[in-house]
């Protein structure tokens, strides 16, 4: 199920004049906004939904999710393509030239997500029937809530124009990080405790979900810098913890 | 914000407007303008109709003292002194801040004596014909014209004509060159032609460049001013900056709304 957003979101960056001069420009650039939320609410769910089907190992669920990518690369170039002819035709300047650049950057981030999600349910139909350990997959249900509550969050604050909201949510980025690497533990001692072929590959693969999801909340953080640059002027990369800290 | 006299000698700054207020008789047209245009740099004055943009231009060479009710208040400084002071030759100065309109107005005389006349009245001494050569190649109108230099300036097309009234300009060695919509008049390709020009002319000239188009300003100045008209139709500076950062990111509200187009 997809939330739509459309309704709630309006643009709020200039002041409206009683006759808007560029009322088929502005209702563009609207239809760019709804565009970026619709896609990245089912990226939020996507992340969830998949995690979900690895650790349930629901086969079925993965297979529909990594289908859906389609949409979502078809989508990532055709907002891409609509955003150049706004360009082209309208040469934006100021706040509208940052909100395209922001859209342009944002729906990539959001592409590349869904490429962890279709990363996921591939590793669990890899996986198969081979089974896999409670406490290798423990922790990334939460790191997926957490990955896709950041999105949820980044999508408010690029509809609220709200610089502070996305830099408050770039800093969760810590909390996966640190799950990540409690994860990738316990597989390097599962790895170790159980030196077999198959186990490596089946323990692998899981490590790999999980970076997916740590990745994933890292481009989170991209997008929050974009929204940043979006709302003031200027970007500014915020600063990460770096690996095997926590 | 002032800067002291030396700036403006041979420094950073080519002319600057202190304080200034235009009047035609009673109404005041432009208020406290304070602006400073750098050396070799094109500045463009933005915004909308009648905020006073061409009144601020036109008061930068006392072009506005043709008109008979204007009157200027405050201080332009030029080579470290205030062109409006009693004892200063307007006619020198509008020598050395020259002028391009709106419409092209060729002399009605030959090419070639649309570049010389100037020159000449000037004083000019040296080769005539290596002064008409390098004003029209600064004009980037040499080869199209130095076949038939003694057809008529009429003869050219509008963009043609229009890069003859630089290289007129040019011929009297000015250091400032101001012009007014200088391509309003023109088609889009003898426009992009002139911007081009203006990219190579600030190598050794300053530019000050009224124009109404916002694409032009953002695409060929160093640097823009933004202007308006207050509730009391005079004119007056909102925003002053870097034409990157004004274009990208605004720093007056109002400037935001003017250059997205959303009032003007």
Redesign the interface.
Known sequence: MRRDRAHSSRLTHHKRNKMNIRENFDRDLQALQDDILEVGSLVQENLVKVTAALTQRDFEQSRKLVKEDKWVNKRRIAIGMEAFSLIARQQPMAGDMRLIAAVLEIIGELERIHDYVKGIGHINIMIGEEAIPANLLELLPEMAELAAEMLEGALDAFTKRNSELALNVAKRDDSVDKLYNKTYKRVMRYMNDNPSEASFEMAHRVEWAAHNLERAADRVTNICEWIVYLVTGHYKEVQHETYGKG | MSTDLSMTANGKYAIEARHMHVYYGSFRAVKDIALQCPRNHITALIGPSGCGKSTVLRSFNRMNDLIQTARTEGEIIYQGANIYAPEVDPVEVRRRIGMVFQKPNPFPKSIYENVAWGARINGMKGNMDELVESALRQAALWDEVKDKLQQSGYSLSGGQQQRLCIARTIAVKPDIILMDEPTSALDPVATLRIEELIQELKKNYTIIIVTHN??QA?RASDHTAFFNMDSDRAGYLVEYGNTNDL????KN?L???Y?????G
Request: charged residues 20%; without cysteine; glycine residues 6%.
């Open positions: 916002m694409q953002a274009f990208t990111n605004p509200e400037t935001e709304q250059i997205t187009g959303r009032f």
